[in-house]
């Protein structure tokens, strides 16, 4: 189950992760995702950036 993370910066960015495997995705309803991560915490850093971002 994606765990959301809550709103941060831009509303119209909401952003989950999302486990595969031994990896963690960070996704945005925009249709972002990022790099897959070993760590949690970067993946959620990751979704913070992307929705802060101008």
Do not use: K
Not at 5 to 18: I, K, M, R, S, W
Not at 28 to 49: E, I, K, V, Y
């Amino acid at each position: 189950m994606p765990e959301q993370d809550p709103p941060a910066g831009n509303p119209a960015h909401l952003t989950t992760t999302v486990e595969r495997g031994s990896f963690a995705v960070a996704r945005c309803s925009c249709g972002w995702s990022g790099p897959a991560r070993r760590s949690r915490d970067r993946a959620r850093t990751d979704a913070l950036m992307h929705a802060t971002a101008p």
